[in-house]
């Protein structure tokens, strides 16, 4: 469990929750709890780019719905690139 306990897990599980909630817009965070139900990975990875972004200060405003589909968008578009020979 890479070293850490299950309270610190926990404790910064809740961290990036209170995180989350104040940078998304309401329906952004109950699109991004729709996302954690369906694949877990995705929001996963969301919410580490989400929590990145806010830590260095890159977000002057909350994310609204729409920029959480953009975002989204660019995600999962960078998975989906293959090399063709």
């Not at 926990?10 to 952004?28: C, F, G, Q, T």
């Not at 709890?33 to 369906?38: C, E, H, K, T, W």
């Not at 990145?52 to 995600?75: C, P, W």
């Amino acid at each position: 469990m890479n070293g850490g306990t299950l309270e610190e897990m926990k404790r910064i599980e809740e961290l990036k929750k209170i995180i989350l909630k104040k940078i998304l817009s309401r329906h952004a965070f109950e699109r991004l709890g729709r996302i954690r139900l369906v694949k877990p990975a995705l929001a996963a990875q969301l919410e580490l780019y989400l929590v990145q972004l806010y830590q260095a200060g890159k977000l002057k405003t909350e994310i609204s719905d729409e920029q959480l589909k953009l975002i989204l968008e660019s995600l999962t578009s960078k998975k989906g690139f293959r090399f063709v020979k």
